[in-house]
């Protein structure tokens, strides 16, 4: 990474070309100017202006399953090409909702709808921009849709400018359109981002400034670009050149040098990019990668780049925690298996699902997961099937809402499609992600170019902050719950009925939130919980007492996988389930007393008598005394054995009862925040204690003591799942 250390003048960074200017006044300034953001330019500024170089980018289409032929240039971690191509028709290798086993497939459908312009104060992360570029002139425009009716189908449409065009798109959490594109100036490459503002909210642009990339980063080209906020609260943008090198033409006027990669950081006061933070993060040419195609940021604001050639997706680390990226990991994020593998577009959903395509007649999509959350993807799954993606490094798009839904751009290229293609129309198809885990429901074609014959689509970007799942999902909402809570998928059944209590509240915000309460308190109180995760911490209660300093009797650590042992796969109401339970409880509590701790704690020498004394010390006392001795006798009896007696003083009802809101409460903790009430940020147990004598104070009226409302409301919560 370096500094960008440029001479600055009286508004801000180096070397700026406004778009709108004649080619020697931009001579001049790419000779003179030492300003990187100026004061906006005029949208109606009528001279000649700096516009995509479409036939440059059409040219830009990679050899595919030919080794790479840049001098010098990066080498892949499996440097030896793999040949094999992925196999057709696989399915998903597992999944608990059998529903969705299938990959989905596009829709042939085409929206025809006539669409009306867009709702003056709809929120822009619900307006999706793309590019559409003439394939015969300069011409383009910047689009923007919305799908009011949620059906996955464009309603509204408003042209937000018409300068043009660009290759890709992203909206800043500032509502700022950054859009990049290749241009050509006296027969120089150059790339450029132009920063477009909305003054007035009305979906069109009413000024912009360019940012020549070039002499700024000496970036040849600009083909992708994100935005981000920083933890300060600063947005920023990234852009990357291609790397197009024809490794069958060493001399093609079109290949650029190895790509770069350049993070520019707005200053809040003035909106000029700040020069002690624009960065290079990659230096053009200095081959540590072999293509930048696209780029998408994880949700920790770590960068993955698409490296085509290399067939990898490489990663820019944020190692000072400032929340933007700054360090290129040496090794991939991931290495695909497959010769037709090769990311040529990515995006990520929010919680952290990585989608990536290549190009073909019929290729996929696929999703990529980091299973052991080690920052790596440990693992791809084919999740559409069907897909026409053209093949070019500039040309392309793919993005995601905070929601689930992916939308990717299909025959971008339109009928510049090239040897092999099948010209079909440019369209964005959509995609539905109810529960953000890649197992997507078929696709709809969203929206259409104008012209199947003369434009392209290009660039797909919402704007920011997306909306949080677990607040605005219903469906989502539910599901996690299971998760969380009963350590397993839903099922059908359960999943419909607790996610129609949300949603027969239709917009009614009051009854929203007091549903979502009610559902979310409902998991604990649910036999299944009950009969498995309540057990299990009074296993403990009555094995152990409360652990050394603190008032509960185990951690999370301890708690979840003897829960999932006890409930493995119950789901009460299913046929057989209290048969399974019966018997996961036998066997979990014949398991317990075996366990080392166990067996030091109560050694064989004990009597029944103190056996049964020392169980019921650590309950509390919760044992009557006829309880006892009838347990004392059925021990020396033979009666039962100490995983019986253990289980029964576990599940005596005074012990469930005096334990019942500590359990309650260290839920929260263990369910919403996935962490011990001590753990980070708290580092005691003063949070849960003042949540348990709050609920202690309202007799346990979880609603009036409004616990579960705040834990569902807390920031620490949430952003699990989004911003």
């Not at 949208?43 to 040219?59: F, S, V, W």
């Not at 409880?585 to 004990?606: E, G, H, I, N, W």
């Not at 006392?621 to 004392?632: I, T, Y």
Request: hydrophobic share 40%; glycine share 8%; proline share 6%.
């Amino acid at each position: 990474m370096q500094v960008l250390r440029l001479s600055t003048g009286p508004t801000g960074l180096s070397a700026w070309v406004p778009r709108s200017i004649s080619v020697p006044g931009l001579l001049a300034a790419l000779m003179l100017s030492t300003f990187l953001f100026p004061a906006a330019s005029s949208a109606q500024t009528p001279e000649t202006k700096i516009k995509p170089d479409i036939r440059r980018a059409l040219g830009a289409r990679p050899d595919r399953f030919t080794p790479p032929g840049r001098m010098g240039g990066y080498v892949p971690t499996r440097a030896q090409r793999i040949a094999e191509v992925r196999p057709r028709n696989l399915g998903r290798k597992s999944t608990s909702l059998s529903q969705f086993a299938r990959p989905a497939r596009p829709s042939f459908s085409t929206n025809s709808a006539a669409l009306s312009p867009i709702i003056p104060g709809t929120p822009l992360n619900r307006v999706l921009h793309t590019s559409q570029l003439s394939l015969t002139s300069d011409a383009g425009t910047m689009e923007q849709f919305v799908d009011r009716n949620n059906d996955l189908m464009a309603d509204e449409r408003t042209t937000f400018d018409s300068e043009g065009g660009a290759f890709d798109v992203a909206v800043g959490h500032s509502g700022t359109r950054y859009e990049v594109f290749g241009g050509t100036v006296a027969n120089t490459p150059v790339g450029v981002v132009l920063i477009a503002i909305d003054t007035n909210g009305d979906y069109q642009m009413d000024s912009f400034t360019a940012v020549n990339l070039q002499s700024a980063f000496q970036l040849p080209s600009a083909a992708a670009v994100v935005s981000g906020r920083s933890r300060a609260g600063r947005e920023f943008i990234v852009v990357s050149s291609s790397g197009y090198y024809n490794s069958s033409d060493p001399d093609d006027p079109l290949n650029e040098p190895s790509p770069g990669v350049a993070l520019l950081v707005r200053d809040p006061n003035t909106g000029a990019f700040d020069n002690s933070r624009s960065v290079e993060l990659v230096r053009v040419g200095d081959d540590r990668l072999f293509n930048a195609n696209a780029l998408a940021l994880l949700p920790n604001n770590d960068l993955l780049v698409a490296d085509f050639t290399s067939n990898e997706l490489r990663i820019i680390r944020d190692t000072n925690a400032d929340g933007m990226p700054d360090t290129l990991d040496t090794a991939p994020y991931y290495s695909y298996p497959f010769a037709n593998d090769e990311p040529l577009d990515i995006a990520v959903n929010s919680l952290g699902v990585v989608f990536s395509h290549s190009s073909g007649n019929e290729t996929f999509l696929l999703a990529l997961y980091d299973d052991n959350a080690d920052g790596r993807a440990d693992r791809d799954e084919v999740v559409v099937e069907g897909l026409s993606i053209d093949n070019n490094l500039f040309l392309h798009g793919l993005a995601v809402t905070g929601l689930g839904d992916v939308y990717v751009i299909e025959d971008a290229n339109g009928s510049e499609d090239g040897p092999g293609g099948n010209g079909g129309t440019p369209r964005v198809d959509a995609f539905a992600d109810p529960y953000l885990n890649g197992f997507l429901s078929d696709g709809l074609i969203f929206t259409e170019a104008d012209s199947s014959i003369d434009l392209a689509l290009s660039g797909l970007a919402f704007g920011l902050p997306q909306p949080n799942p677990i607040e605005h999902s219903a469906n989502f909402f539910v599901r996690q719950h299971y998760i969380d809570f009963l350590n397993r998928e839903p099922d059908a059944a359960g999943l419909s009925f607790w996610s129609g209590q949300i949603t027969s509240c239709g917009a009614d915000a009051q009854c929203i939130e007091i549903k979502r309460i009610n559902v979310s308190a409902a998991f604990f109180l649910s036999i299944e919980f009950q009969e498995t995760g309540y057990l299990v911490y009074r296993m403990y209660k009555a094995a152990y007492g409360n652990l050394p300093g603190a008032p509960v009797p185990l951690s999370r650590g301890e708690f979840l996988p003897d829960t999932r042992q006890i409930g493995n796969g119950v789901r009460v109401n299913e046929p057989g389930w209290e048969a399974l339970l019966a018997a996961n409880k036998a066997m979990y509590a014949a398991d317990f007393v075996s366990r080392s701790r166990f067996t030091t704690a109560y050694p064989q020498t004990l009597t029944p008598a103190q056996f049964v004394d020392a169980l019921n010390q650590n309950a509390g006392g919760a044992l009557s005394p006829s309880e006892r001795d009838q347990l004392v006798n059925d021990l020396a009896s033979g009666a039962k054995n100490r995983a019986q007696v253990l289980r029964a003083v576990a599940e005596d009802s005074d012990l469930a009862r005096n334990e019942f809101n500590k359990a309650f409460v260290l839920m929260q903790y263990y369910g919403y925040l996935l962490r011990n009430p001590n753990d980070s940020p708290d580092l005691n147990f003063n949070g849960f204690d003042f949540w348990l004598a709050k609920l202690d104070q309202f007799n346990g009226n979880f609603v009036e003591a409004e616990m579960v409302k705040a834990f569902l409301n807390s920031g620490e919560y949430k952003q699990r799942f989004g911003p």
